[in-house]
């Protein structure tokens, strides 16, 4: 069993790997928060406590900033539509098999996200110019000292366009924590390696 989640395709339990059933994507526009697909990294935290959550912005800014979800929450709020697709769907289908997750067609779903746009909260920091990209990091440690962070970037012209979210909601309700509780990146058109969770 998985917290917040209901009959799903497993992959992989450690750390999860959860396939939507192609029949979910059938009966709904908007893919239920308990059907949505898991795919992590590296082992995802188990507890977080909202209130101590901190998003950082350092770098190249003229203010360094840790932002509470309250201090977000009072920047304009936007909600979208967008899929999220792992950039593997499909990659079970391969002949010849490919190495990676197996998965048929169920790595992908369909929501409406809530919550900032980047662009606002970069602006609370005055990005310098000659700035060229946003690095985001994701809570999902790696458990070996030579295994890399789970990092990804967007140029800064992207970072700064109007689609893309800080995102706090997910059909109307809070984020499942297997889907990025409390924060995600929503990065429409962009495969969900960039919609890095649990941003620090």
Sequence with gaps: TFPQKGEMILQRSTP??????????????????????????????????????RLRLAGHVNRPLSLSLA??????????????????????????????????NGAMGNARW??????DVLALAGVKAGAVAVRFGGLDAPQVESAPDYDKSLP???????????????NGTPLPLL???????????WYSTYWVCLLY
Excluded at 114 to 119: C, D, M, N, S, T
């Design 71 to 104: 201090d977000l929450a009072r920047l304009p709020r936007v909600a979208l539509a967008a899929v999220n697709q792992c950039a593997g769907n499909g990659r079970g289908l391969f002949a010849p098999r490919v190495a990676g997750a197996q998965w048929a």
């Design 16 to 53: 999860p790997l959860l396939e939507t059933p192609m029949a979910v994507f059938n009966d709904h526009d908007f893919t239920p928060n308990d059907r949505f697909f898991v795919r992590w990294h590296y082992p995802f935290p188990t507890s977080i406590d909202p209130a101590r959550h």
């Design 179 to 189: 889907n990025g509780f409390p924060l995600r990146l929503v990065v429409p058109g």
């Design 114 to 119: 809530e919550g900032v746009r980047l662009k």
């Design 156 to 170: 800064i012209d992207h970072a700064l366009s109007d689609d893309v979210l800080i995102a706090w909601g997910m």
